[in-house]
């Protein structure tokens, strides 16, 4: 056995020791980031800005190693678009985040549509009706974001990250907590 090789519990519990301390700080992230909404909201615009800008990058990349000229136009065309979209999202997030918040809207509406269509479809299947139900509770959620835009975009983009942070903390928590009660049972 090398020196360098820890033996397979103390690397388990190691890592699950960085599990913990990652979703403890996800959890606070999450925390923070509802109760600072526009901040976390201008965080996420700018992320989203930096990855459209990457993909700009990637699409010029990889109209390089395109072969058909109408592979190498739609690819720079693509890269075009990326780049120019991320490039203006950083520039001006506050207006990126109201951009996103829209559409997050019509996303949500479509969302709720295409799940009450397939509610209709499972309808007879058991459990069918929790579809209608999330299918439901979307719509209201688009239709309170669309309403109340452009003023909702100071808290939508944060409070939902924040949201899903705080349960991703939470659960990526138990996961790890469980694990280390498995590792101590094991050893």
Same mark, same amino acid.
């Not at 999450?30 to 909201?41: N, R």
């Not at 669309?146 to 939508?156: E, G, I, K, L």
């Given at each position: 056995m090398s020196t360098t090789t820890l033996p397979a519990p103390t690397l388990a519990r190691k890592s699950i020791g960085w599990s913990i301390a990652l979703s403890l700080l996800m959890i606070f992230s999450?925390?923070?980031?509802?109760?600072?909404?526009? =901040?976390?909201?201008?965080t996420v615009t700018i992320l989203v800005g930096w990855l459209l800008v990457f993909s700009g990058v990637i699409h010029f990349v990889y109209a390089w190693q395109t072969r058909g000229a109408g592979g190498v136009i739609l690819e720079l065309l693509l890269g075009c678009a990326y780049l120019v979209a991320g490039v203006y999202v950083l520039l001006r997030p506050l207006q990126g985040m109201v951009s996103f918040t829209l559409a997050l809207a019509i996303y949500l509406l479509v969302e709720s549509v295409l799940e009450f269509a397939l509610a209709i479809r499972l309808r007879p299947l058991p459990g069918s009706g929790w579809l209608f139900v999330d299918s439901l509770i979307t719509? =209201?959620?688009?239709?309170?974001?669309?309403?109340?835009?452009?003023?909702?975009?100071?808290?939508?983009?944060g409070t939902l990250v924040? =949201?899903?942070m705080l349960f991703s903390g939470i659960t990526r928590l138990m996961i790890s907590l469980a694990a280390r009660r498995l590792i101590t049972a094991i050893t």
């Open positions: 999450g925390i923070l980031a509802i109760f600072i909404p526009p =901040v976390a909201g201008i719509l =209201v959620v688009a239709i309170m974001i669309w309403r109340t835009w452009p003023s909702s975009s100071a808290w939508v983009l924040g =949201v899903s």
